[in-house]
Antibody, heavy 121, light 112 residues
């Protein structure tokens, strides 16, 4: 059974870097059939796509976040990570890690449970 | 890139049908099969219920159906049940100068 699980600090100070890791189980991350991505949801708001990466490191990012975002993949640990620099209160959100599926027109099919990250001093 | 446009809320009684619209552009919703729908009950992660405009992943009841006309996609829930009460989001993507996934503004479905 495919499962994704986010981990990382729940509180980040303004101007610092938010770092999250997603641990994948039930499927190898090292396949061209999937991309691995992040989506966030501010409290009471809608969904915002952050970006995604192939297992080989080919990335795509939301243009509105591109200068602050980095997504990397660690195939040895079957994990991938998100880095978001220079955070502000506007980055407070539930962050979901997701699997983009080639066989479903590349739409995310599996999602982690989500982790709330609050930006505050 | 703007969010796709959905009505804020729809409601219906058990057994009735409700339809949610999702309006985009010819670069996203109106392009190829680039439409999906997600169901998000309160306090949970979104769940994929429709992809490629009208296909259902395994395990999704056939009460959920998708369609598209031009740049507007629609999700219909037939035989509404109490467990269908949730937020619903459409999604699409563009592949112009860069890949970009966009989501709808979200629709709250209330079962009366």
């Amino acid at each position: 059974q495919v499962q994704l699980q986010e981990s990382g600090p729940g509180l980040v100070k303004p101007s610092e870097t938010l770092s999250l890791t997603c641990t994948v189980s039930g499927v190898s991350i090292s396949t061209s059939s999937f991309y691995w991505g992040w989506i966030r949801q501010a409290p009471g708001k809608g969904l915002e796509w952050i970006g995604c990466s192939s297992y080989s490191g080919s990335t795509d990012y939301n243009p509105s976040l591109k200068i602050r975002v980095a997504i990397s993949v660690d195939t040895s640990k079957n994990q991938f990570s998100l880095g978001l620099s220079s955070v502000t209160a506007a980055d407070t959100a539930v962050y979901y890690c997701v699997r983009h599926n080639r066989f479903l027109e590349w739409f995310p099919d599996y999602w982690g449970q989500g982790t709330l990250v609050t930006v505050s001093s | 890139q703007s969010a796709l446009t959905q009505p804020p809320s729809v409601s219906g009684s058990p057994g009735q049908s409700v339809t949610i619209s999702c309006t985009g552009t010819s670069s996203d919703v109106g392009s190829y099969n680039r439409v999906s729908w997600y169901q998000q009950p309160p306090g949970t992660a979104p769940r994929l219920i429709i992809y490629e405009v009208k296909s259902r992943p395994s395990g999704v009841p056939d009460r959920f159906s998708g369609s598209r006309s031009g740049n507007t996609a629609s999700l219909t829930i037939s035989g509404l049940q109490a467990e269908d009460e949730a937020d619903y989001y459409c999604s699409s993507y563009t592949t112009g100068s860069t890949l970009l996934y966009v989501f709808g503004t979200g629709t709250k479905v209330t079962v009366l």
